[in-house]
C-alpha cells in the first residue's frame, strides 16, 4: 500500500520561512511527478509548485520567486522550501505524486495535509 506524508507545517510570522517535507512509502516501483496543492478556508484547492522526475518544475505565479520545490528520488521525497512568507499563503498544503506500485500501476496519490498559518 502506497502513501504520502507530509510534515513541516506550523505557524510563521510574516516574511518568515519554512521548509515542507513529503515522503511517499509503500510497495513503490518509480515516481513520476511530485507536487503540492493548498487550499485556503473557502477557496478551491490550487497547485503551487509540481516537479517531474527529471528535475523540471513550475510555478504558480503568486509564489514565483519566493518557493522553491525540489525532490530526492533515492527518498521518494519532495520538499518545498517557502521562505518570504504572506498571510495569503495561509492554507492547509497537500502533497500529490503519481506513482508506480509493485504491479506496475501507476495511480495518483494525496497526502493527508499540513497546516501553515503565516500569522503575526
Known amino acids: 500500500q502506497v502513501q504520502l506524508v507530509e510534515s513541516g507545517g506550523g505557524l510563521v510570522q510574516p516574511g518568515g520561512s519554512l521548509r515542507l517535507s513529503c515522503a511517499a512509502s509503500?510497495?513503490?516501483?518509480?515516481?513520476?511527478?511530485m507536487g503540492w496543492y493548498r487550499q485556503a478556508p473557502g477557496k478551491q484547492r490550487e497547485s503551487v509548485a509540481t516537479i517531474t522526475s527529471r528535475g523540471s518544475s513550475d510555478y504558480a505565479d503568486s509564489v514565483k520567486g519566493r518557493f522553491t520545490v525540489s525532490r530526492d528520488n533515492a527518498k521518494w521525497t519532495v520538499y518545498l522550501q517557502m521562505n518570504s512568507l504572506k498571510p495569503e499563503d495561509t492554507a492547509v498544503y497537500y502533497c500529490?505524486?503519481?506513482?508506480?506500485?509493485?504491479?506496475?500501476?501507476?495511480?495518483?496519490?494525496w497526502g493527508p495535509g499540513t497546516q501553515v498559518t503565516v500569522s503575526s
Open positions: 509503500g510497495s513503490i516501483s518509480s515516481i513520476n511527478a
Open positions: 500529490n505524486a503519481d506513482i508506480r506500485d509493485h504491479f506496475l500501476v501507476m495511480r495518483n496519490y
